[in-house]
């Protein structure tokens, strides 16, 4: 019989292998590929994820890794954009073609409705080869020929059809000007040669490592493709099946941490859009359905997040005003002295890494509601 486990030893799993039970000492490039991607929808919160993730964490290692081109921006996983090791960002990208085609649905569908693709695409590479561009700039160039669809739409068509990498300053700290665009072959030069496609039975291998044990509905929302229940067949005999409280099947690695789920956990503050609440379908292993509404915003904001005891008790956010910077948090329930006490100090250290502005002399203060 399959070994059951409880919800606390799936939270324990997890952030276990999400570097959250202990800061871990990594390079930047060895933690994005162990967690499987920062998601990176804005600049800011993937540098956040990194400082609570690993030891002696400096903005400037995250900023030189962009440039470098060691780590790239770019859409990958459910056609988000996310840091990526460059290295994945080859293999995978192009296992995760239907999930940008689905992209193209509703309104850029209706704008592109009978329109000649393939001639779009030709068109939208031959000025990429020119040179990056912005979004913008591809949409106009492209409605020069196209005259009467509209240049958002365009651009999308190359965007979903292209691997197109989000060019350094764009993404890096407090960087919020638009992004020039370029394929990543031509960003990666001779090295993009060197990297052979992967398959999906390697990727359901390493979404257990970074977010197991989980259900193939797990996968299917970690990544947006379809077709797991083949690929875990396949894989089965070399997998660790264990049953969930609900009767669900969950996969795993033999080898993969599973702590006691009495494994102490201290207060962490997680980023905004952080992967750990986007990679599972059932989110009960780290956020209650009761708190759901007050973590996913009705305009699609992923706020960031108090853990204690390794489940989401509250939100927090940053308040900037002049000379000062404020740690905002709201506690979903009551909590108790040591815990309030911890996720204080653990805002303080938050406040000195993202806060500070070099030749400001700011304050720094807490305030829980």
């Known amino acids: ?155 999308a068509l190359i965007r979903n059809n292209v691997p197109l990498v989000h060019l350094p300053p764009a993404g890096s700290w407090d960087s919020h000007q638009n992004a020039r665009l370029q394929p990543i072959g031509q960003w990666l030069g001779e090295s993009a040669a060197d990297v052979a496609p992967s398959t999906q039975d390697d990727l359901l291998l390493r979404y257990l490592a970074a977010f197991g044990p989980a259900t193939l509905a797990d996968a299917g929302a970690w990544s947006g493709l379809t077709g797991w229940k083949a690929v875990a067949e396949r894989l089965r005999p070399q997998l660790r099946v264990f049953i969930g409280e609900e009767g669900q099947e969950l996969f795993d690695l033999p080898r993969a941490p599973r702590p006691d789920p009495d494994t102490p956990v201290p207060p962490r503050l997680v980023a905004e859009w952080d992967n750990l609440l986007l990679s599972h379908a059932d989110r009960s292993r780290v956020l209650s359905e009761a708190h759901r509404a007050r973590v996913f915003t009705v305009n699609g904001i992923v706020r960031g997040t108090v853990l204690l005891d390794g489940f989401v008790a509250g939100t927090w956010k940053i308040e900037r005003a002049k000379n000062t910077a404020t740690a905002v948090l709201e506690p979903f329930t009551r909590w108790s002295k040591a815990d309030r006490l911890g996720v204080q100090e653990e805002a303080m250290r938050l406040l000195a890494f993202a806060a500070d502005v070099e030749g400001e002399n700011q304050q720094h203060d807490v305030r829980v509601l």
């Open 1 to 155: 019989m399959p070994v059951v486990l409880s919800q606390r030893a799936l939270n324990r799993a997890t952030l276990a292998r999400q570097m959250l039970l202990e800061r871990r000492k990594a390079t930047v490039v060895q933690a994005i590929e162990k967690l499987a991607g920062l998601q990176a929808q804005a600049p800011n919160p993937p540098y956040i994820g990194l400082w609570s993730r690993l030891e002696g964490f400096r903005r400037e290692q995250l900023t030189d890794a962009l440039k470098k081109r060691r780590i790239v921006r770019m859409s990958t996983l459910r056609a988000t954009l996310h840091l990526m090791t460059a290295s994945d960002a080859l293999a995978w990208r192009p296992l995760l073609e239907p999930v940008h085609q689905r992209g193209l649905s509703g309104e850029h569908s209706r704008a592109l409705e009978g329109i000649d693709r393939a001639a779009v695409v030709k068109a939208g590479k031959a000025l990429l080869d020119e040179g990056p561009l912005t979004g913008t700039e591809l949409g106009q160039g492209l409605a020069a020929r196209w005259k009467d669809r509209a240049p958002a739409s365009l651009a």
